[in-house]
């Protein structure tokens, strides 16, 4: 049986590998490790160029360092969505009431950054592969409950399998679903998940530091 791997690539950073000596990160090992038994057709990595920022001017090199590694991979396609920034107010945290309790209380202008098209894109490329029975069975690597119908038309209109990895390193449970906790939902729809990626794997999943393309030779980013 051949698979197809769906990777919502912010979803899989922030949850598995921020902060950590792991964002080197080679998704092919990952998934082989993962599933050792299964035979992979395709990766498909959705994620967004990021931009550059005041405080952090390197962070596209990185990024794009980063994807020249994962472009060595033969059958990973990089599917890309957009940034949108824009300011906004909000308010301050804890809250402040400089009117006085019985008003509401003082705003900041913060910038909202947020990702767009990549969970979209992800569901669209998953209904479509499988509508097209590109592959026997999928697998999702994304914490994301928007994924939900999409996951559950496959599984449940399709009639096809379809894994869930939840990419956090722990299995905790949190309240709120940003700190990566599996959605029930998606565990509902599923045929099967995976409820954590454990740091040994990420650990034994890394790019080599130096490496070689058709460009030349390039390294992983300091401090990486």
């Known amino acids: 049986m051949s698979t197809n791997v769906y990777i919502d690539g912010f979803n899989l950073y922030f949850c598995a590998v921020k902060q950590t000596p792991y964002r080197w990160l080679n998704l092919l090992v990952v998934c082989n490790t993962l599933f050792p038994t299964v035979t992979i057709n395709k990766i498909k990595y959705f994620s967004a160029k990021v931009k550059a920022l005041p405080h952090d001017r390197s962070a ?5 360092t980063y994807w020249r590694a994962l472009k060595t991979i033969p059958n990973l396609e990089i599917i890309e969505g957009s940034f949108v920034a824009w300011p906004k107010l909000m308010p301050q945290w804890p809250f ?15 910038q909202r950054t947020e990702e767009k098209g990549s969970d979209v894109n992800l569901a669209a490329y998953l209904v479509y592969d499988n509508c097209m029975e590109e592959a ?4 999702v690597i994304s914490n994301d409950a928007d994924l939900t119908n999409a996951i559950e038309l496959v599984t449940k209109c399709l009639g096809r399998p379809v894994t869930v990895v939840n990419p ?5 449970v949190h309240s709120d679903p940003k700190h990566c906790s599996l959605q029930q939902d998606l565990k509902r729809v599923s045929t099967n998940h995976v409820s954590s990626i454990n ?16 460009q030349g030779t390039f390294t992983k980013p300091k401090g990486w």
């Open 60 to 64: 596209p090199t990185r990024q794009d």
């Open 96 to 110: 402040a009431y400089v009117n006085g309790v019985s008003n509401p209380p003082n705003k900041v202008q913060v």
């Open 136 to 139: 026997d069975e999928s697998i």
């Open 168 to 172: 956090n390193r722990t299995k905790r």
């Open 199 to 214: 740091a040994k794997v990420l650990a034994s999943a890394q790019f080599p530091p130096t490496m070689t393309d058709a």
